[in-house]
């Protein structure tokens, strides 16, 4: 059983050769309101306060703290957390999500999209990669962008509208025709519009570019907005700059979007990690402990 929980913070304890600095926490999620647990326990503390220092909304916190309290009461914390995150979001492969048609990439100003384009058709061999863009007015992110494929050995197609986008992929020969879209955000209409009518003609699948460095209230609203648009997945950008992923989670908690991958350098051509819940635990947890082992109390 848990020890019981007050509100002092005793001097760290050793244990063998490594400094150990757990705080006992007060229940953030105690009162009215607060999730049943199966039992209690310091390590569900511990791991609701981490989340709500990585800016992780309260109920998403609460919801993931009741995934964290059903498993095995053996787990470690860093288990219970990755247990959650399973539980709670749909990973997907990001190899999977290549292997499909077209993707259109969506995201708002200073997403990185046109970066993501070269970092995703950088993973796949040139035979089955073709970037395009229907980002015709930007001439600088067109340019960019074409600089990028040209040093990745592509070609890149460009679409001036709906009907040129679905020529282009049925022209792509079995290859994955990875689209920049033109920044858009919630309240765009205009801009949604035209990104349901290039969904549509296309045949493809929406993937939010999130950046990682937004407020949590602000990417709760980009998130969902793309999963009204139609998006199924997410690849956090931008991760490399941030030390909280608050914003990762709750844009996919508020979308119903899929975490399927993370930019963790700002290069086109790499840097592009697949998600995991044990990677995106480890990620929460960096920092949280001067080792990945466990003080148990």
Do not use: C
């Not at 019981?4 to 050793?14: I, L």
């Not at 498993?71 to 749909?90: C, K, V």
Request: charged share 25%; hydrophobic share 50%; glycine share 8%.
């Amino acid at each position: 059983m848990a020890a019981r929980q007050d509100n002092r913070s005793p001097a760290p304890q050793r244990s063998g050769d490594d400094d150990f600095d757990i705080r006992r926490i007060r229940p953030l999620l105690g009162g009215a309101g607060a999730a049943p647990f199966a039992w209690p326990s310091d390590d569900l503390s511990f791991l609701a306060e981490v989340l709500r220092t990585q800016h992780a909304p309260l109920p998403l916190i609460e919801r993931l703290i009741a995934h964290a309290a059903a498993p095995d009461r053996a787990l470690s914390p860093a288990e219970r957390l990755e247990h959650a995150l399973g539980a709670h979001y749909r990973f997907q492969s990001l190899d999977d999500v290549l292997r499909l048609p077209a993707l259109l990439i969506v995201g708002p100003p200073g997403a990185g999209k046109t970066a993501l384009v070269a970092k995703l058709t950088a993973r796949l061999d040139p035979r089955r990669a073709l970037a395009a863009s229907v980002d015709t007015g930007n001439v600088a992110g067109l340019a960019q962008l074409e600089e990028y494929v040209k040093a990745l050995g592509l070609a890149l197609a460009v679409a001036d509208d709906a009907v040129a986008l679905r020529a282009t992929v049925a022209g792509a020969e079995h290859r994955t025709v990875v689209v920049d879209t033109p920044a858009a955000a919630p309240g765009d209409t205009e801009a949604e519009d035209r990104l349901r009518q290039l969904k549509s003609a296309a045949g493809a699948e929406i993937i939010l570019a999130l950046p990682a460095d937004l407020a949590a209230a602000e990417a709760e609203a980009v998130g969902a907005w793309a999963g009204e648009l139609g998006a199924t997945a997410m690849i956090a950008t931008r991760l490399d700059l941030v030390r909280r992923v608050g914003a990762v989670l709750a844009a996919a908690d508020a979308g119903g979007l899929a975490p399927i991958a993370a930019s963790l350098a700002s290069h086109f051509a790499y840097g592009l990690k697949a998600l995991t819940p044990a990677l995106l635990a480890r990620r929460i947890l960096t920092g949280a402990l001067d080792s990945e082992r466990w003080q148990r109390r």
